[in-house]
């Protein structure tokens, strides 16, 4: 994308030739590219994703082989599911259920003492 009328010298695709002027370069290249001879062409990108989307669409709908979904065992799943119940100890949840039930009661007390607190201020008004 260049800038009308500006030029940013951080982009990787501009280079500057001798008379200052910017040209855009044909062709990307990965400075830690596992393949050092290859690039691939500014204008072949498009072509390439299309390429590769409609081909991975195809890969998508047949799943994986056959087998592989044979040789899976699921002897140990219901172990594995039991073993994870027990994730969290008795105990902490023991904790835990006697601190929410604490703070119920609490919040009881805080609303009721509110509505005291409002009648109080209600009182006070009609005594001035």
Do not use: C, M
Request: proline residues 7%.
């Amino acid at each position: 994308q260049d800038i009308p009328g500006g030029e940013d010298p951080t982009d990787p695709a501009q280079e500057r030739g001798n008379a200052g002027s910017l040209s855009r370069r044909d062709e990307l290249q990965s400075p830690g590219n596992s393949f050092p001879g290859l690039s691939i062409r500014a204008d072949d990108i498009l072509g390439i994703l299309k390429e590769f989307l409609r081909d991975f669409a195809k890969l998508r709908d047949e799943g994986p082989p056959r087998e592989i979904q044979d040789v899976r065992d699921n002897s140990k799943d219901g172990e594995y599911w039991e073993s994870l119940s027990a994730v969290i100890p008795e105990p902490t949840l023991k904790l835990w259920d006697a601190l929410g039930a604490a703070l119920r009661e609490y919040h009881k007390v805080l609303t009721r003492r509110s509505e005291l607190f409002s009648e109080a201020a209600a009182l006070q008004r009609q005594n001035s």
